[in-house]
């Protein structure tokens, strides 16, 4: 019923910049939030950045500064500009979006992208 299609991870160096995109499709009826998330080798997939209906952001404490999540409610999209990228930041990146939709109005779920890898290299 949602879908969402990632886009911009890649290979940089430390200190580089990437930005990822994500694109929700179906039938959204509503979106609460919309969010990175991360999942490094052998980790637990952690929070990175969040955004809710009214643009407000909230982010990790190990990207504060480093990142920023935005939004495009006419073509819900997400984006996530990373700068100043560490090698620990190397990760799959996920898109999270929470939702209702037109067949299942009030019923909110989480929906997930396929991931995109962002390597950072030393």
């Known amino acids: 019923q949602v879908q969402l299609v990632e886009s911009g991870g890649g290979l940089v160096q430390a200190g580089g910049s990437l930005r990822l995109s994500c694109a929700a499709s179906?039938?959204?009826?509503?979106?609460?939030?919309m969010a990175w998330y991360r999942q490094a080798p052998g980790k637990q997939r952690e929070s990175v950045a969040v955004i809710d209906s009214g643009s407000s952001t909230n982010y990790a404490d190990s990207v504060k500064g480093r990142f920023t999540i935005s939004r495009d409610n006419a073509k819900n999209t997400v984006f996530l500009q990373m700068n100043s990228l560490k090698p620990e930041d190397t990760a799959v990146y996920y898109c999270?979006?929470?939702?209702?939709?037109?067949?299942?109005?009030?019923?909110?779920?989480?929906?997930w992208g396929q991931g995109t890898q962002v390597t950072v290299s030393s």
């Open positions: 999270n979006v929470r939702a209702d939709t037109s067949t299942s109005r009030y019923s909110f779920a989480d929906y």
């Open positions: 179906g039938s959204i009826f509503r979106i609460i939030h």
